[in-house]
């Protein structure tokens, strides 16, 4: 059974950091490139972060460039994204995704998502 469980989530002032969590399982972590979306009220989910599989290739939203640094640990089967000088526009759901395109086939797996609000 595939899960994706985020956590990590909260209520920060701005300025102030977090680090978010997803622990992987029921699937060859490894092998799935991983992103980080997140999804604020009213608004469509959008790409914040994404890894490649063994970490060599990272890819940003301009929004959070030199502010969010996202990694994975392949032995723990674990993704994370460290969050600094956060704002109150990061406030939203945040959510994990393994994907994998094999032959033209993409497979993705979704987590249920974890709420970060930044307000003073």
């Known amino acids: 059974q595939v899960q994706l469980v985020e956590s990590g989530g909260g209520l920060v002032q701005p300025g102030g950091s977090l680090r978010l969590s997803c622990a992987a399982s029921?699937?060859?972590?490894?092998?799935?490139?991983m992103s980080w979306y997140r999804q604020a009220p009213g608004k469509e989910r959008e790409l914040v972060a994404s890894?490649?599989?063994?970490?060599?290739?990272?890819y940003y939203a301009d929004s959070v460039k030199g502010r969010f640094t996202i990694s994975r640990d392949n032995a723990k089967n674990t993704l994370y994204l460290e969050m600094n000088s956060l704002k109150p526009e990061d406030t939203a759901v945040y959510f994990c995704?393994?994907?994998?395109?094999?032959?033209?086939?993409?497979?993705?797996?979704w987590g249920q998502g974890t709420q970060v609000t930044v307000s003073s």
């Open positions: 995704k393994a994907g994998l395109l094999i032959a033209a086939t993409t497979y993705e797996y």
């Open positions: 890894v490649g599989t063994a970490s060599a290739a990272t």
């Open positions: 029921g699937f060859t972590f490894s092998r799935y490139a």
